[in-house]
């Protein structure tokens, strides 16, 4: 269920205008239990607040996406 509460605010806020990013890694629920994808969403948490709040370039991630079937 928490998924898909995630999806709708994401859905909402693109549709308002907001910029807005979802991360989602197959085969994990609410909280993710594979160390592999929790080193991954640490690395985006910080390469985000490096874009946002000190100005550095948005990674690759950020500014072409990651489309869902071609993650591991």
Avoid: C, Q, S
């Amino acid at each position: 269920m928490a998924f898909t509460n995630g999806l709708a605010l994401y859905n909402a806020m693109r549709y308002n205008g907001k910029n807005a990013i979802l991360l989602a890694y197959p085969g994990e629920g609410h909280g993710l239990r594979g160390m592999a994808n929790r080193k991954d969403l640490t690395v985006r948490y910080f390469e985000f607040f490096n874009h946002y709040l000190k100005g550095a370039p948005a990674p690759k991630w950020m500014a072409e996406g990651v489309p869902f079937l071609e993650k591991k």
